[in-house]
């Protein structure tokens, strides 16, 4: 009942609006007869993000009475952006949805995306100098700017202080003593997995791109040629990854088999005392009112480099866009930019520089411990199966977890995925 | 001899109940994970009963609000399908039984051989077919396609052919146009087998899943199996609200079944029969 | 049927039909025949749902489908899960209707829980079981762990999900069986037994020598309406295992999915869409042979 009559009001509203401003809208496309611009937004974040998120969103609500503002949460990953397309396919997408960073070029933007208009994000206080160069340049595809950046996400290690106190790896400022290196890593987690008695550190090991990815990154590991046409992953690399991942479990220092949930339990029951993953479970483990802290995830090789992706704003295709609620919907993304030390308490690395160099956010502890790691974040490889959630992660998934449970060898899953990608590479782009 | 408790008797009522048991348990399993504090469900060992029993799952999940816009949706939408699925094959199963046209055979050939066409292999051509006409992300989008029933006008003209023509004989005598003779005799004559066909209609409206997932991408327009599928892969552990979306969205067909539990089971017997 | 036409038709009369069949036949042409045409059309052409130019391929979707061992595995997991659920669904169906037939006082009850699971949705049976699957805290291996046993993690082992997927669909379906056979047996006419009573025969007689031989045809009847049902397997697996792990159980509905609307390739899951109707055209051809065959022995 509350449902029928809430949204009905400015539907009457909307058509009396069309009906007084047909003339004028299908010319100049303003918005002479609509009272309220309309926001639908949607994203990928659940758990403690996606709690964080509609926080945030309450305030903006708040500031903005005069905006129609909507969010919906779908869930993360393939469902999320395979609606994500069929919206933009069916003409009826949202204003603004949020998208990996590493899936930009994938989602072909110049047919399921809108240019975001730099004359109105300019005019909503937002300039290229506001961000990391870096960043900038990979949110344009042939010149084009089809992003915003809102934050960037690298592969963390949550320590739990209680644990890793008794296992005497705090340093006297209370922080993880650094480790580099791996016989210095090892030694680290069987003293945390004495300390536990189960496990030394959580991981998602249906899921294990993240960490592979930060390692063969770390050992300086290529993937694609320049062309982005030819697969040239360095084996050995590879496998000393993997290897080092198969001694993990085998070692019982992981569990042999979790999923991302197991992974969030058996560090909030302690059941592990480390944990490596994303950063954005802060909110999580907070609630849970677990004494922990973060670093950033150790170097073990040769480079610094952590799997990582990016966060942003975009503007699905509209069959029919209109221009106010465009420029309220650059107006929200401006927002969002300038008030992302709320969104960064979720642990995420603002992009936002302003916010970065903010004295708010640099007190936030433990969210600013691995903010150095920002300029050392790495990317998912170039391709249009690649990114956040995509199908290139799905084979890695696919043929890593079993290195994890001891169902493959290393030698195997990296034959299992490597024909995977070729396969990949070889199947005719569709954008 | 039929009141007596001989062995077999009590052994198979003792089976039967058994057998009972575990096919509830999952669902009361659920109900009592639905009942606990967020932190007692993921305490291992596991306990069976809520320690300290709370509704705080339901009222979060009624708060957010989005059940019960599928609610209404799955509402709307398996009403209307029922509807008018009945009405038009019902039409369709008369003009094929009782009317002559150019072409009728092959038609009725061809309305046969889509029995055939599973669903599932349209949901590609079909989708696209949807974004040409505007339809993604609205109810007639969710609908029309599921409207399309090929073994019901089948089921139902073979039905139709089986009554005799004397009462609509009778009818025309005093005057009845065809149009009333469907609706005075025909439907009356097979209300049984309509009551069973349009169960089954309403509770595989109510929950088909994968065209209301293809065909709506905007939350607010997804029905009750299809919205609650979002809920699923957010992250974080909140398996007590998971369970009570769950028994929620499932509560209003266990509700329907438990009151038309005789209409059902004689329909099933009917549509197998028939079938 | 169209025994007695007047011979002599007004034009009304003879268009008449079609104003009733009308409003079915505008449905199916434009939502069921329209798109089982054009989904063949896309198959030529590598169609996307980005929208981006398309080109007319010729064969190359058709030439790539069979050379891709995708295609193969994920038909494979469908006909594994077919045969594993297939047999359970019928025994199970029937072991229950055998014992809550003539129950008297528990039948509502046991028809209740029976019957049940198969009214709810996908995703609620879905999400219940996922739940008893999970490892840690989950019922089964709270059960197992209880009972000295090590933990199974069901639905992210190759070899386990598979069973763990078709434990939760027999749950969930095996109902509709039931109550199939429950009919068939409330069908058969009372006298039958009690003369069987009057020759002194057993309970066991009865069931072996009466109930079951009349069960006959429905048997049939019930294997292959699970047979087709099963081979269309798609809602358990998505939302339970989303195809994994390692692609173990990803069914080839999902396959045309992930092609289709995941990777935007319209033409090529138009192309495994219709490989996979052909098999079903083939199963349901079958069936019908079989049951126009057995219809006769019945009767």
Request: with cysteine.
């Given at each position: 009942?509350?449902d029928g009559?809430?949204?009905s009001?400015?539907?009457?509203?909307?058509?009396?609006?069309?009906?007084?401003?047909t003339?004028?809208l299908?010319l100049?496309?303003?918005?002479?007869?609509?009272?309220?611009?309309?926001?639908r937004?949607w994203n990928?974040f659940?758990?403690?993000?996606?709690?964080?998120?509609q926080q945030?969103?309450?305030q903006?609500?708040?500031q903005h009475p005069?905006?129609?503002?909507?969010?919906?949460?779908?869930?993360?990953?393939?469902p999320?952006?395979?609606?994500l397309?069929?919206?933009a396919?069916g003409?009826?997408?949202?204003?603004?949805?949020?998208?990996?960073?590493?899936?930009?070029?994938?989602?072909?933007?110049t047919?399921m995306?809108?240019?975001?208009p730099?004359?109105?994000?300019?005019?909503a206080g937002?300039?290229?100098?506001?961000?990391?160069p870096?960043?900038?340049?990979?949110?344009?595809?042939?010149?084009?700017?089809?992003?915003?950046?809102?934050d960037q996400?690298p592969f963390?290690?949550?320590?739990?202080?209680?644990?890793?106190?008794?296992?005497?790896?705090?340093?006297?400022?209370?922080?993880?003593k650094?480790v580099?290196?791996?016989?210095?890593?090892l030694?680290?987690l069987?003293?945390v997995?004495?300390?536990?008695?189960?496990?030394?550190?959580?991981?998602e090991t249906?899921?294990?791109w993240?960490?592979?990815?930060?390692?063969?990154?770390?050992l300086?590991?290529?993937?694609?040629d320049?062309?982005?046409?030819?697969?040239?992953?360095d084996?050995?690399?590879?496998l000393?990854?993997?290897?080092?991942?198969a001694k993990?479990s085998?070692?019982?220092?992981t569990?042999r088999?979790?999923?991302?949930?197991?992974?969030v339990?058996?560090?909030?029951n302690g059941e592990?005392?480390?944990?490596?993953?994303g950063?954005?479970?802060?909110?999580?483990?907070?609630?849970?009112?677990?004494?922990f802290?973060?670093?950033?995830?150790?170097?073990?090789?040769d480079?610094?480099?952590f799997?990582?992706?990016?966060?942003?704003?975009?503007?699905?295709?509209?069959?029919?866009?209109?221009?106010?609620?465009?420029k309220a919907t650059?107006?929200?993304?401006?927002?969002m930019?300038?008030n992302?030390?709320?969104?960064?308490?979720?642990?995420h690395i603002p992009a936002?520089?302003?916010?970065i160099k903010?004295?708010e956010?640099?007190?936030?502890?433990?969210q600013?411990?691995?903010?150095?790691?920002?300029?050392?974040?790495?990317?998912d490889?170039?391709?249009?199966?690649?990114g956040?959630g995509?199908q290139?992660?799905?084979?890695?998934g696919?043929?890593?977890?079993?290195?994890?449970?001891?169902?493959?060898?290393?030698?195997?899953?990296l034959?299992?995925?490597?024909?995977a990608?070729q396969?990949?590479?070889?199947t005719?782009?569709?954008v | 001899m039929?009141s007596?408790w001989?062995?077999?008797?009590?052994a198979t009522a003792?089976g039967?109940a058994i057998?009972?048991?575990?096919?509830?348990?999952?669902?009361l399993w659920?109900?009592?994970?639905?009942?606990?504090?967020?932190?007692?469900?993921?305490r291992?060992?596991?306990?069976?009963?809520p320690?300290?029993?709370?509704?705080?799952?339901?009222?979060s999940i009624l708060e957010?609000?989005?059940?019960?816009?599928?609610f209404?949706?799955?509402?709307?939408?398996?009403?209307?399908?029922?509807?008018?699925?009945l009405?038009?094959?019902?039409?369709?199963?008369?003009?094929f039984?009782?009317t002559?046209?150019?072409?009728?055979?092959?038609?009725f050939?061809?309305?046969?051989?889509?029995?055939?066409?599973p669903?599932?292999?349209?949901i590609?051509p079909l989708f696209q077919?949807?974004?040409?006409?505007?339809?993604?992300d609205?109810?007639?989008?969710?609908m029309l396609?599921q409207?399309?029933?090929?073994?019901?006008?089948?089921?139902?003209?073979?039905f139709?052919?089986?009554?005799?023509?004397d009462?609509?004989?009778?009818?025309?005598?005093?005057g009845?146009?065809?149009?009333?003779?469907?609706?005075s005799?025909?439907?009356?004559?097979?209300r049984?087998i309509?009551?069973?066909?349009?169960?089954?209609?309403?509770?595989?409206a109510?929950?088909?899943?994968?065209?209301?997932f293809i065909?709506?991408t905007d939350p607010?327009?997804?029905t009750?199996?299809?919205?609650?599928?979002?809920?699923q892969?957010?992250y974080?552990?909140r398996?007590?609200?998971?369970?009570?979306s769950a028994?929620?969205?499932?509560?209003?067909?266990?509700?329907?079944y438990?009151?038309?539990?005789?209409q059902?089971?004689?329909g099933?017997?009917?549509a197998?029969?028939?079938? | 049927?169209?025994?007695?036409m007047?011979?002599?038709?007004?034009?009304r009369?003879?268009?008449?039909?079609l104003?009733f069949?009308?409003?079915?036949?505008?449905l199916?042409?434009?939502?069921?025949?329209w798109?089982t045409v054009?989904g063949?059309?896309?198959?030529?052409?590598?169609?996307?749902?980005a929208?981006v130019?398309?080109?007319?391929?010729?064969l190359q979707?058709?030439?790539?489908?069979f050379?891709?061992?995708?295609v193969w595995?994920?038909?494979?997991?469908t006909?594994i899960?077919?045969a594993?659920?297939?047999?359970?669904?019928?025994?199970?169906?029937l072991?229950?209707?055998?014992?809550?037939?003539?129950?008297g006082?528990?039948?509502?009850?046991?028809?209740?829980?029976?019957?049940?699971?198969f009214v709810l949705?996908?995703?609620?049976?879905?999400?219940?079981?996922?739940?008893?699957?999970?490892?840690?805290?989950g019922?089964?291996?709270?059960?197992?762990?209880?009972?000295?046993?090590?933990?199974i993690?069901?639905?992210?082992?190759?070899?386990?999900?598979?069973?763990a997927?078709?434990?939760?669909?027999?749950?969930?379906?095996?109902?509709f069986n039931?109550?199939?056979?429950?009919?068939a047996?409330?069908?058969i006419?009372?006298?039958?037994?009690?003369?069987a009573?009057?020759d002194?025969?057993?309970e066991?007689?009865?069931?072996?020598r009466?109930?079951l031989?009349?069960l006959r045809?429905?048997?049939?009847?019930i294997?292959?309406?699970?047979?087709?049902?099963?081979l269309?397997?798609?809602?358990?697996?998505?939302?339970?295992?989303n195809?994994?792990?390692?692609?173990a159980t990803?069914?080839?509905?999902?396959?045309?999915?992930?092609?289709?609307?995941?990777?935007?390739r319209?033409?090529?899951?138009s192309?495994i869409?219709?490989?996979?109707?052909?098999?079903?055209?083939?199963?349901?051809v079958?069936q019908?042979?079989?049951?126009?065959?057995?219809?006769?022995?019945?009767?």
């Amino acid at each position: 009942m509350t449902d029928g009559s809430a949204p009905s009001r400015p539907r009457r509203r909307a058509v009396l609006g069309g009906l007084l401003g047909t003339g004028a809208l299908a010319l100049t496309g303003c918005s002479t007869g609509r009272q309220k611009a309309r926001i639908r937004e949607w994203n990928l974040f659940g758990g403690g993000d996606g709690a964080r998120l509609q926080q945030i969103h309450q305030q903006y609500v708040e500031q903005h009475p005069d905006v129609r503002f909507e969010a919906h949460t779908l869930a993360w990953g393939p469902p999320f952006y395979t609606k994500l397309a069929m919206s933009a396919a069916g003409g009826r997408a949202p204003e603004v949805a949020t998208l990996h960073l590493s899936r930009l070029k994938g989602f072909s933007p110049t047919t399921m995306l809108d240019p975001i208009p730099l004359d109105l994000l300019n005019e909503a206080g937002v300039s290229e100098s506001d961000f990391l160069p870096e960043i900038w340049k990979r949110c344009h595809v042939d010149g084009v700017l089809y992003a915003v950046p809102l934050d960037q996400h690298p592969f963390v290690l949550y320590y739990n202080t209680e644990i890793c106190a008794k296992a005497g790896l705090l340093a006297a400022d209370g922080r993880l003593k650094p480790v580099t290196g791996v016989p210095a890593f090892l030694d680290m987690l069987k003293a945390v997995k004495e300390t536990t008695g189960k496990f030394a550190a959580s991981v998602e090991t249906t899921n294990p791109w993240r960490m592979w990815w930060t390692l063969y990154g770390q050992l300086e590991g290529k993937f694609f040629d320049e062309s982005g046409q030819r697969l040239i992953l360095d084996d050995d690399k590879a496998l000393e990854a993997l290897s080092l991942m198969a001694k993990l479990s085998a070692d019982g220092l992981t569990p042999r088999s979790a999923n991302y949930a197991a992974l969030v339990a058996q560090f909030s029951n302690g059941e592990a005392g480390l944990s490596f993953n994303g950063e954005w479970e802060v909110t999580t483990y907070q609630t849970a009112k677990l004494p922990f802290s973060m670093a950033p995830f150790p170097v073990l090789y040769d480079v610094p480099q952590f799997a990582g992706d990016a966060h942003t704003f975009v503007l699905p295709h509209q069959a029919n866009r209109n221009r106010a609620d465009t420029k309220a919907t650059v107006e929200y993304i401006a927002w969002m930019l300038k008030n992302s030390t709320e969104w960064a308490v979720g642990g995420h690395i603002p992009a936002y520089q302003p916010v970065i160099k903010s004295k708010e956010y640099l007190s936030l502890k433990p969210q600013a411990e691995y903010r150095s790691v920002a300029p050392n974040v790495l990317f998912d490889p170039d391709a249009w199966f690649s990114g956040s959630g995509a199908q290139l992660q799905n084979e890695a998934g696919a043929a890593f977890s079993g290195v994890f449970s001891g169902q493959t060898t290393p030698k195997a899953a990296l034959a299992q995925f490597k024909a995977a990608t070729q396969k990949l590479l070889d199947t005719p782009s569709p954008v | 001899m039929r009141s007596t408790w001989t062995f077999p008797k009590v052994a198979t009522a003792v089976g039967a109940a058994i057998l009972g048991v575990i096919w509830l348990i999952p669902l009361l399993w659920a109900l009592s994970t639905s009942l606990k504090p967020e932190p007692e469900t993921t305490r291992s060992p596991i306990t069976w009963l809520p320690e300290a029993p709370t509704a705080d799952a339901y009222r979060s999940i009624l708060e957010q609000g989005d059940l019960i816009r599928w609610f209404v949706n799955s509402s709307v939408v398996s009403v209307l399908v029922t509807v008018l699925t009945l009405l038009v094959s019902v039409l369709a199963a008369f003009g094929f039984s009782r009317t002559e046209f150019p072409g009728r055979r092959l038609i009725f050939g061809l309305v046969v051989a889509g029995i055939l066409v599973p669903p599932q292999v349209l949901i590609v051509p079909l989708f696209q077919e949807m974004t040409g006409l505007g339809l993604v992300d609205t109810y007639w989008g969710i609908m029309l396609p599921q409207v399309v029933a090929p073994v019901m006008v089948f089921v139902l003209k073979k039905f139709f052919d089986g009554i005799s023509r004397d009462y609509e004989d009778a009818a025309r005598v005093d005057g009845a146009s065809r149009w009333r003779i469907v609706w005075s005799v025909m439907v009356p004559m097979s209300r049984p087998i309509l009551v069973a066909v349009g169960i089954f209609t309403f509770i595989g409206a109510w929950n088909n899943f994968l065209w209301p997932f293809i065909v709506t991408t905007d939350p607010s327009m997804m029905t009750i199996p299809v919205g609650l599928a979002n809920v699923q892969g957010s992250y974080g552990l909140r398996y007590a609200q998971i369970m009570a979306s769950a028994l929620l969205g499932g509560l209003p067909l266990l509700i329907v079944y438990a009151l038309f539990q005789r209409q059902v089971v004689r329909g099933v017997g009917d549509a197998g029969i028939k079938g | 049927m169209s025994v007695q036409m007047p011979s002599r038709q007004s034009w009304r009369e003879r268009w008449a039909g079609l104003f009733f069949v009308g409003p079915f036949l505008l449905l199916f042409a434009v939502f069921l025949l329209w798109p089982t045409v054009s989904g063949l059309w896309n198959s030529f052409f590598n169609t996307s749902l980005a929208g981006v130019d398309q080109e007319f391929l010729g064969l190359q979707n058709w030439r790539e489908m069979f050379a891709d061992s995708a295609v193969w595995s994920s038909l494979k997991n469908t006909l594994i899960f077919t045969a594993m659920s297939t047999p359970p669904l019928v025994v199970i169906a029937l072991v229950m209707a055998l014992l809550a037939n003539r129950t008297g006082v528990l039948g509502w009850l046991l028809r209740f829980a029976y019957f049940a699971p198969f009214v709810l949705p996908a995703t609620v049976v879905t999400l219940i079981w996922v739940w008893i699957y999970e490892p840690g805290f989950g019922l089964v291996n709270g059960l197992l762990t209880a009972g000295g046993f090590a933990e199974i993690d069901w639905l992210n082992t190759e070899n386990r999900a598979m069973l763990a997927v078709v434990i939760t669909t027999v749950w969930w379906t095996v109902g509709f069986n039931f109550l199939l056979y429950l009919a068939a047996l409330q069908g058969i006419p009372e006298q039958v037994y009690e003369a069987a009573d009057i020759d002194g025969a057993s309970e066991r007689q009865k069931l072996f020598r009466i109930t079951l031989p009349l069960l006959r045809r429905t048997t049939a009847l019930i294997a292959v309406l699970q047979l087709v049902a099963s081979l269309k397997i798609f809602d358990q697996i998505y939302l339970m295992t989303n195809g994994g792990p390692n692609y173990a159980t990803r069914p080839i509905i999902q396959y045309i999915y992930q092609n289709g609307f995941t990777n935007y390739r319209i033409g090529y899951a138009s192309a495994i869409s219709y490989m996979f109707f052909a098999i079903i055209v083939v199963v349901a051809v079958l069936q019908f042979k079989l049951f126009s065959g057995s219809k006769e022995d019945s009767a």
